[in-house]
């Protein structure tokens, strides 16, 4: 990665001596960070808020530790009777299965797509994302990784009755780009009403900050 360097002059006199002694000390830090003086950090720079991104149209961008990234989510490909149309940037809804078609009726009835930018390191255990019912139906709802789940340091836990976390146990090194998909169940007495994807994808950075 390529760095952005300033220069600091230090400047010292001798008194004794009558003299001034300077040097100079290259500040560096990596394309993507401001040096925030005041606290002394390098702050990231939100390139999608600052409108420095390059995303082509249609495509969303995604603000990252030292950098963005442009995403265009795209729905389930029609399988066994089931589409899926695009309600709105980050989701897409089934649409009415035909009579009869239980392939369809099984298939989950939407799945939302989730980018989020993490620092390399990220002290632990830490919240990443936190998944809601959009209308409880049913009693309850049972979350579960079902893509990814060999990741290690990912889980899901009950949050709330209709709430769900996924959350992180161990400390991820960047850079690196993990994607997990979250199902969420609506239950009740009789059993299962429908199911929720949640396609996560996170991006961690190179640096710890
Ligand atoms: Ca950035």
Not at 54 to 61: K, L, V
Not at 91 to 109: D, K, W
Not at 141 to 153: A, L, M, N, S
């Amino acid at each position: 990665m390529n760095a952005v360097c300033s220069m600091e002059v230090h400047l010292q006199r001798f008194v004794s001596m009558n003299v001034s002694y300077s040097w100079i000390i290259p500040m560096c830090l990596p394309t993507g960070y401001l040096l925030d003086s005041s606290q002394n950090i390098c702050q990231d720079i939100d390139e999608c808020v600052a409108e420095q991104s390059t995303c082509a149209g249609g495509q969303i961008c995604v603000n990252l530790y030292g950098g963005f990234t442009c995403v265009r989510p795209e729905c389930p490909k029609p399988k066994h009777n089931t589409t899926y149309m695009k309600t709105s940037a980050h989701q897409c809804e089934r649409t009415p299965c035909h009579v009869g078609s239980a392939a369809c009726l099984e298939a989950p009835h939407s799945v939302s797509f989730h980018y989020i930018g993490i620092q390399s390191q990220l002290p632990v255990p830490r919240v990443l994302f936190t998944m809601t019912a959009p209308r409880s139906l049913g009693d309850g709802q049972r979350f579960t990784i079902t893509r990814g789940k060999g990741q290690r340091g990912l889980e899901v836990r009950q949050a709330g009755r209709h709430r769900g976390e996924l959350f992180l146990t161990k400390s991820l090194t960047g850079p690196a780009e993990i994607q997990v998909d979250v199902e969420m169940a609506e239950m009740s007495a009789q059993g299962l009403l429908g199911r929720h994807i949640f396609t996560v994808t996170l991006f961690v950075s190179q640096y710890p900050f």
